[in-house]
């Protein structure tokens, strides 16, 4: 497998509305979309720094993966994302390697192919994503 370059790095927030006015006054973003992912119980606020995007997600309920990752560990990085060029063959690669994967098949969101590979323990604390595609929500 061969990683791209980072996608995303995403951000668990409590309060989304106070995450953007932080992010935008301090390090002088400008956000690029919003959006809402029902089947990950997410909205989230995506900036683009060059290339990478920078996700600010908070939970739109209290059974959602960032809202237990809040509870358990406070606000701070969730996940990062690599673009890879197969997430199908990533997976088989790592799998092949004898590497118990999150995911066994990967997601779909937005018509792009995602999968968590690594329980975060595994990858240093940090859930680890690998995307294919060019994700871009709203543009």
Not at 84 to 98: F, I, M, P, R, S
Request: hydrophobic share 40%.
């Amino acid at each position: 497998m061969k990683t791209k370059k980072i996608d995303h790095i995403c951000i668990a927030v409590k309060d989304l509305d106070a995450a953007k006015v932080i992010y935008e006054q301090t390090l002088g973003l400008e956000l690029d979309v919003e959006y809402i992912a029902e089947s990950e119980k997410i909205k989230v606020a995506r900036y683009y720094i060059g290339e990478v995007a920078l996700e600010l997600m908070e939970s739109t309920s209290p059974d959602g993966d960032v809202a237990k990752f809040i509870e358990k560990k406070g606000e701070g990085i969730f996940l990062i994302s690599y673009a890879v060029d197969d997430v199908d063959a990533a997976l088989d690669e790592l799998k092949a390697k004898g590497e118990k994967t999150i995911d066994q098949t990967p997601r779909t969101l937005m018509g792009n192919k995602y999968a968590f590979i690594m329980p975060p323990k595994k990858m240093c604390g940090v859930l680890t994503e690998l995307i294919d595609g060019d994700f871009k929500p709203g543009k």
